[in-house]
């Protein structure tokens, strides 16, 4: 499989330059897994957004969500399966709504109040293969989160293109589901996994 080629190789590659233990290689070898179904998956999507005519809005999207995601972090598909189906419906159906749909003042404001308090409440979400154990990070990550939401809600209100006005508040949504206790228990996934570690 060139997958397991690839990282099996980058390991042993990684581990003649510098000696780890056990563990360290299986940190690397997650890191590089995760980079790999990353690329390849971001490949196949941008591809297929390109053959239905979404490339664009597509590429804009994943830009502005990954934005809000870097620091909010939240949920991962335990399976790769669960990866590629959930990111193909987020990373086309989404593009595919905001070029077309319009929507209501009414709904900008209510959905803005809403994300954002989900931000407050619950940003950053961790996970059990990268769990946040630093206070210190965890209060950056969510101060973060917040300004970048704040910034996202008061581009919604000033720039008139309802594209990226789309964009931005379905990150938004879209990243409130992923960082959500309920969206955890429903995946029956741990949840705030920090809390298992003591400093």
Known sequence: M?????????ISLVNKTNKYNSIELEEIKYGLESIYLAITKVVVILFISAC???FKE????????NLVRAT??????SKSIWCWISSSI??????FICKNVTFSATFYIVTSIITMIIFLLYAPADTVKRPLINK??????????IITASIFISLIFIIDNFLIKNMLIFALILE??????????IFKL??????????
Do not use: Q
């Open 176 to 185: 409130s589901i992923l960082i959500l206790p309920i969206t955890y228990k």
């Open 72 to 77: 909010a972090f939240g949920l991962h598909a």
């Open 52 to 54: 239905i005519g979404l």
């Open 58 to 65: 597509a590429v804009l999207f994943l830009l502005i969500f």
């Open 2 to 10: 060139i997958k397991n080629f690839i990282i099996n190789n980058s």
């Open 90 to 95: 987020s990373f086309l159906l989404i593009p």
């Open 190 to 199: 741990p949840y705030r996994n920090y809390l298992n570690y003591k400093l």
């Open 136 to 145: 210190k990070k965890r209060m950056l990550y969510k101060l973060l989160s």
